[in-house]
């Protein structure tokens, strides 16, 4: 029943490896997204696609590379991890594009710490 | 580019208080304004929302207006409960939802 599920929840590991999150959604939304939430919890935008397509991405290390392999899923890689990115992730989506005033649905969060 | 500005917390009240929360934008167009809210180890979610100057959104007993000649939407509620103790973020939504800081809540018994 869980509309934006993201895997895994928490997410413990060392400087300069790589590591993966998942994310799906099972509301029949067009358009996904990544969040980064600090510890202060400012919240910003990292991608956002649509229909599988690329349409926002923000200032981010291309370290980072999201993947979505269909319109439910949209994927996080993230090479040669450093110290600063220990954050919480956080995966949405909308319907219709990311211009409109649709609610987004987040998921629960992933809780990443680089030691 | 598009901001949103929201009072720093944290914010502790008593049960029964009135919780307002001032919220400010700077938008080039006609965003959409929203209200979210994440209780402790949660995602986001909707609280409420208004798509043009006026709009008044309502949910849960908390209201906010779309203020375009103040360029406001600050949040209200009339009497908080230990269940309203969450995070909140107000963002406009342009062609991406920006978000403001957020706002610790902590209402106590």
């Known amino acids: 029943d869980t509309a934006v599920s993201q895997t895994p929840k928490y997410l413990v590991t060392q400087m300069g490896n790589d590591k993966s999150i998942k994310c799906e959604q099972n509301l029949g939304h067009d358009t996904m997204y990544w969040y980064k939430q600090d510890s202060k919890k400012f919240l910003k935008i990292m991608f956002s696609y649509n229909n599988k397509e690329l349409i926002i991405n923000e200032t981010v290390p291309n370290r980072f590379s999201p993947k979505s392999p269909d319109k439910a899923h949209l994927n996080l890689h993230i090479n040669s991890l450093e110290l600063g990115d220990s954050a919480v992730y956080f995966c949405?989506?909308?319907?219709?594009?990311?211009?409109?005033?649709?609610?987004?649905?987040f998921g629960p969060g992933t809780r990443l710490t680089v030691l | 580019g598009d901001s949103v500005t929201q009072m720093e917390g944290p914010v502790t009240l008593s049960e029964e208080a009135f919780l307002t929360i001032n919220c400010t934008y700077t938008a080039t167009g006609y965003p959409s304004l929203f209200w979210y809210v994440q209780y402790p180890g949660e995602g986001l979610q909707l609280l409420l929302k208004?798509?043009?100057?006026?709009d008044k959104g309502s949910n849960k007993g908390f209201e906010a207006t779309y203020r375009k000649e103040t360029t406001s939407f600050h949040l209200e509620k009339g009497s908080v409960q230990v269940s309203d103790s969450a995070v909140y973020f107000c963002a406009l939504n342009d062609y991406k939802l920006s978000f403001g800081a957020g706002t610790t809540v902590t209402v106590r018994a």
């Open positions: 949405a989506s909308s319907q219709g594009t990311a211009s409109s005033y649709n609610e987004q649905f």
């Open positions: 208004a798509t043009k100057a006026d």
